[in-house]
């Protein structure tokens, strides 16, 4: 599978946020980071704005919640079309019963892991997981270093899903750039999430290509 590239809006102008989209077309997910201020010490933005990004593109939207509760979240979410959410292990007692909330709508479901949680926590979970999570910084902003030991954890699940032939994916979130990336895709990274990479550089396209690691031929 070629390596997917979620671009996070959170670095984006949102005061001109049809334009920023539109200069995302080579991004295979657009993702949504939802926090409430609880779980991480940081506000991002609800449904209104969701709803918005779902009328600007077509491009499949990951929800990354970032807040307690995230079961309260997700039939709104489904409502208003998102294909992926992601909840933190640690937001929940039922793990379970909200990754059949959550698919029950059609919805890809996934656990993130903060760089202090150990994988296996979600050692009875996996097999039911459309994909895990890697936080490769401490959730709540975009812009801050990357942190090394991620990899390890990427290695770790991708062994794991070999060895039980399991068939969920890894996405890593977090400080991703064009000098991390070719690690992290070799680490058998799934999904790439960037933030402040892409939106820092002048051609979005070009960032998103060489995330994935193809030759940027134009
Ligand atoms: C952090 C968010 C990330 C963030 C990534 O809590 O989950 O998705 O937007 O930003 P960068 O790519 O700048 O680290
Ligand atoms: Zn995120």
Redesign the pocket.
């Known amino acids: 599978m070629n390596t997917l590239i979620a671009a996070?809006v959170?670095?984006a102008d949102f005061s001109r946020l049809g334009a920023e989209l539109s200069r995302l077309k080579s991004a295979d997910l657009i993702?949504l980071?939802l926090?409430d201020g609880h779980f991480?010490p940081n506000l991002s933005f609800g449904y209104p704005l969701v709803s918005c990004i779902r009328g600007l593109t077509e491009q499949p939207l990951d929800a990354?919640l970032?807040v307690t509760n995230p079961e309260t979240y997700v039939d709104n979410l489904a409502a208003i079309g998102v294909s992926w959410i992601s909840f933190h292990q640690e937001t929940v007692y039922h793990s379970h019963r909200l990754i059949q909330q959550i698919k029950a709508h059609g919805i890809k479901a996934g656990i993130a892991l903060n760089p202090a949680t150990p994988i296996n926590t979600l050692d009875s979970i996996l097999p039911d997981l459309d994909y895990v999570l890697v936080?490769s910084?401490n959730?709540?902003?975009?812009?801050?270093a990357f942190i090394p030991s991620a990899i390890a954890k990427i290695k770790e699940l991708d062994r794991i899903r070999k060895n039980q032939s399991l068939d969920f994916l890894i996405e890593v979130?977090?400080?991703?750039n064009g000098d991390n990336s070719t690690a992290l895709r070799e680490a058998k990274a799934d999904i790439l999430?960037?933030?402040?990479?892409i939106f820092g550089s002048k051609d979005y396209d070009k960032s998103i290509i060489t995330l994935r690691g193809e030759i940027n031929v134009r």
């Open positions: 996070s959170l670095s993702h980071d926090m991480v990354h970032m936080m910084v959730p709540g902003y975009s812009a801050q979130d977090g400080g991703v999430v960037s933030a402040s990479y």
